[in-house]
């Protein structure tokens, strides 16, 4: 959890669209901060550190990247194995995400990953991979049909920084 | 633009900055040192990439539990003849981050990013209402091992 009113202006700032398109962001974000450089990079530091920010990076376009096969593929685990089964299915390179959730009716599916592939065949491949190091009873791959939205959060747009900004904490 | 297009420079780019950005003052003389080019050029590639769309986003990437907010996944289905009104329901709220059909049943799964829990099920609520559906399947995560988007390009 954040509570510092200067790790939650860092974090605002850090958010601005396009920031981090520039040559100098951490120069960017400390002049809106009214910040040293340096507290910027220590304090962003600090936060990757604490997993707060669990990565500075960039996030790919699977499709826009080669890879245009992807599926959310489901996998019914016995109860008692699915955190070993988790743990094997995240291993995966191709797998990018993997979740436990609840089972619901009509679903009887407890472990959610989602899986990329550079074609049909290679999908299947890593599907056929995966299978067998999760052991599951039975599984499903729900295809992409439409995307309807894909954004990324915001978090802590309705704080000021300027509140924080005034002086060093 | 597809991957045939990026050269050998641009898939070095793409595979050292999904890992980590460079947390340094001037990160892309240290990224473009790193493969070879000049600052300039690694920060105009970058953006070409985002330009053509093979990159979505280039920054901090949050771990909302640790932002104090919860997150869930949500299924419903709707009859296809239904599906665009309901999906442009679902968008109109912010909380909403993912938002996608897929075949089968359900056909419409959907992420909702909120300050509490009792803040996803109010915005959930909401969303059944307006969108006239009976029943939104609510399934936060019980356990995440992996939330990596981290493909090596080849």
């Known amino acids: ?169 | 633009m597809s991957k045939h297009m990026l050269d050998g420079v641009d898939k070095e780019i793409l595979n050292i900055i999904q890992g980590g950005f460079p947390l340094k003052a001037e990160p892309y003389d240290e990224l473009g040192g790193r493969v070879g080019v000049s600052g300039d050029e690694a920060l105009s590639r970058v953006r070409r990439l985002v330009e053509a769309g093979v990159v979505r986003k280039v920054g901090p990437f949050f771990d909302a539990r640790k932002m104090g907010s919860s997150s869930t996944l949500c299924a419903a289905h709707v009859p296809e003849e239904r599906i665009e009104h309901v999906a442009s329901v679902i968008n109109s709220r912010p909380e909403v981050t993912h938002n996608y059909q897929r075949d089968g049943v359900p056909n419409l799964w959907f992420t909702v990013i909120a300050s509490s829990k009792e803040a996803i099920c109010e915005v959930v609520s909401d969303i059944r209402e307006r969108a006239g559906i009976d029943r939104v399947h609510n399934l936060p995560a019980k356990k995440m091992f992996k939330v990596k988007v981290d493909l090596k390009v080849e």
Not at chain 1, 135 to 145: M, P
């Open chain 1, 1 to 169: 959890m954040i509570s510092d009113p200067r790790d939650i202006a860092l974090v605002r700032v850090l958010q601005v669209e396009g920031l981090f398109l520039t040559a100098r962001p951490f120069h960017g974000a400390a002049l809106r901060l009214g910040w040293s450089v340096d507290e910027v990079l220590e304090r962003s530091a600090l936060l990757l550190d604490r997993g707060v920010i669990r990565r500075f990076g960039a996030a790919l376009t699977p499709g826009n990247a080669g890879f245009r096969n992807n599926a959310m593929v489901v996998w019914d685990v016995d109860d008692k194995d699915a955190e070993r089964a988790g743990a094997a299915l995240a291993g995966h390179p191709r797998v990018s995400h993997c979740y436990i959730r609840p089972r619901f009716e009509g679903f009887p599916f407890n472990l959610y990953t989602m899986v990329h592939g550079n074609s049909d065949e290679d999908l299947e491949a890593v599907m056929a991979e995966l299978a067998e190091s999760a052991g599951a009873c039975r599984w499903k791959a729900l295809h992409t049909l439409r995307e309807f939205k894909k954004s990324s959060p915001s978090y802590f747009m309705n704080y000021w920084p300027e509140l924080a900004g005034s002086s060093k904490a």
